[in-house]
Nanobody, 117 residues
Framework: QVQLVESGGGLVQAGGSLRLSCAASGSIFSNAVMGWYRQAPGKQRELVATIPTGGSANYADSVKGRFPIARDNAKNTVYLQLNSLKPEDTAVYYC???????????WGQGTQVTVSS
């Protein structure tokens, strides 16, 4: 049974920072591309960043340079550091695991990030 548990969301003023964490249970972490997506009210879920087990991370243009993603394979945890936050970053942030083989996608329950102006 694979579970993704996010933490670290909250309310912050514009320009502030938060760090999101996603702990993965089950034997998936070493065989998955990990990532973060977000969904703002009335909008579709969108990619924020992904990171493979080896290789470079991938970022949405809107967060490039502000939201570094990192993974700790020993702790089965992926992190998203949210810096220089803007009100338009307000959304529910979801952790995502895309297992490579056999292919399957898993989602966390989401964590709310609210940025006040």
């Amino acid at each position: 049974q694979v579970q993704l548990v996010e933490s670290g969301g909250g309310l912050v003023q514009a320009g502030g920072s938060l760090r999101l964490s996603c702990a993965a249970s089950g034997s998936i972490f070493s065989n998955a591309v990990m990532g973060w997506y977000r969904q703002a009210p009335g909008k579709q879920r969108e990619l924020v960043a992904t990171i493979p087990t080896g290789g470079s991370a991938n970022y949405a243009d809107s967060v490039k340079g502000r939201f570094p993603i990192a993974r700790d394979n020993a702790k089965n945890t992926v992190y998203l550091q949210l810096n220089s936050l803007k009100p338009e970053d307000t959304a529910v942030y979801y952790c995502n695991a895309r297992r490579i083989f056999p292919p399957r996608v898993y989602w966390g329950q989401g964590t709310q990030v609210t940025v006040s102006s």
